[in-house]
């Protein structure tokens, strides 16, 4: 009885190592922990960062282990609550025209608006020209993007509007410069091609650019689009980044996000994915991506299947979690010691030998 025991145990550690072995290099399901949105969305909460919390905690909300759950329900509800009211929105407005920055649409509108017009080009180079006179520091980026942006309103004007569209991503780049996402790459363009644009009387050079920003901002929205603008480091990247906001909408800067930028390095290879698998692997963050690009679409898929069955093996799932919980721990070198050890004692190299 204690030799049948004894095999039975060997026997039920070599196949549990060769299992363990077998399903970390091929489906690697260890790797593939759900982002629990909660804890990020509070501290946005904490930091009086509403709109990025909602906009946060409803991306999640598409997925089911997320959206049935009580507390998220209750959390999305309270930020709506907050952000309707009154007193929420009205400051937000007079944030926007006092410091001409905001979180908020509303504010970031009441800040733009004049920018638009002549009126705003003409306003901050009068400004920044009293600070030359005065021998105060000149904001060059400021004064380079009213410069772009007074050639522009005059081809708007012989163009009949075509060249509205330039004129846009100017207004938006101005935000951009006040609210400190301008990098440094797109500041030293700006410049250059501020000195061109003054001797040409023509913003062709720099319509490719404000043409990219003008089409980012349309589909993703005016917040969504500084934070693109922050992240970029060349005209290329942006341009990509131009054509993911088409493919994914509003959804894009968090994608990039939750992707570890994966999804802007390797956009050739996801293109070619259905749209809501490359969603699904957002909810991995950055290990969906590694594993998705790994193994392709249709094996991530299955993997995520089976995870969602296996999660449902014994009582709550827990025999599936002590499963998880032995494939993190439990390095390789460990596995296959143990399985080595375990069929060295079940089949002792003396009994080979005869």
Known sequence: MYKLFYKISLISIIVLSAVLLYQKHTYA?????????????????????YADAQEYLEYFMQ??????????????????????????????IFEGIYTGTSDEMLGQVSAISSDFFLIGDL???????????????????LVSLSGIGLVASVSTFFTFGTSSTAKGGISVLKLAHRSNKIPSWLKKYLLRQSRQIRETKSIQTVKPLLNNISD??????LKNTLKILSKSKNTDELETMSTLSKHYGKNTVLMLDLSNTKLLTHTDTLRHYDKNTVKLATSYADNGFIQLLKGGEKHFIKTTKRMKSYAKVGYKGEIWKVFLSLMKHLSDTILIAMLSIASLLLFPFKKLKN
């Open 123 to 141: 306003r901050d180079l009068a400004i920044e020209g009293s600070h030359y006179f005065k021998d105060e520091k000149v904001d060059t980026v």
């Open 216 to 221: 980012i901002h349309e589909e993703v929205g």
């Open 29 to 49: 399901y260890h790797t593939l922990v759900r982002v629990d949105p909660l804890p990020h969305t509070k501290v946005l909460i904490s930091q009086e960062k």
């Open 63 to 92: 997925f089911d282990y997320v959206s049935q759950v009580a507390e998220a329900q209750d959390l999305l509800r309270n930020i709506q609550t907050k952000r309707e009211s009154f007193e929420y929105r009205s400051n937000k």
